[in-house]
């Protein structure tokens, strides 16, 4: 298992020296099946990639400031984000398209789950 967790962590920092984040990475989640990989960066965007092969799949662009939180729902169809805008959005996964923006926290949203 170790093994293949470093494999698809070696395709996603290939993935991030060619294209990707402008800021530092601060999440990262695997989804349940490991065959996706998502990342939340300070450039205010979250994305998708291929934990096969490090390619990027969709640029999630809707926080207006760092993304700090991720998670998969069970099933990995769809990608819970958070952050320091003080919201948490829905996306799906498949698609990469926003479904639910939760706006109205006071602070930034430092946690979630599915």
Same mark, same amino acid.
């Given at each position: 298992?170790?093994?293949?967790?470093?494999?698809?962590?070696?395709?996603?920092? *290939?993935?991030?020296?060619?294209?990707?984040?402008?800021? &530092?990475?601060?999440?990262?989640?695997?989804?349940?099946?490991?065959?996706?990989?998502? *990342?939340?960066?300070?450039?205010?965007?979250?994305?998708? &990639?291929?934990?096969?092969?490090?390619?990027?799949?969709?640029?999630?662009?809707?926080?207006?400031?760092?993304?700090?939180?991720?998670?998969?729902?069970?099933?990995?169809?769809?990608?819970?984000?958070?952050?320091?805008?003080?919201?948490?959005?829905? &996306?799906?996964?498949?698609?990469?398209?926003?479904?639910?923006?939760?706006?109205?926290?006071?602070?930034?949203?430092?946690?979630?789950?599915?």
């Amino acid at each position: 298992m170790f093994s293949r967790v470093a494999q698809r962590l070696k395709a996603f920092n *290939t993935a991030l020296q060619g294209e990707g984040h402008t800021e &530092w990475v601060q999440s990262l989640a695997f989804s349940s099946a490991g065959d996706k990989l998502a *990342t939340g960066s300070g450039d205010k965007t979250a994305r998708i &990639w291929s934990a096969e092969t490090g390619e990027q799949q969709h640029v999630l662009c809707g926080h207006r400031n760092s993304v700090l939180c991720l998670a998969f729902s069970p099933a990995g169809d769809k990608l819970a984000t958070s952050g320091e805008d003080k919201t948490a959005r829905i &996306w799906s996964a498949e698609t990469g398209e926003q479904q639910h923006a939760l706006c109205g926290h006071r602070n930034s949203v430092l946690c979630l789950a599915f």
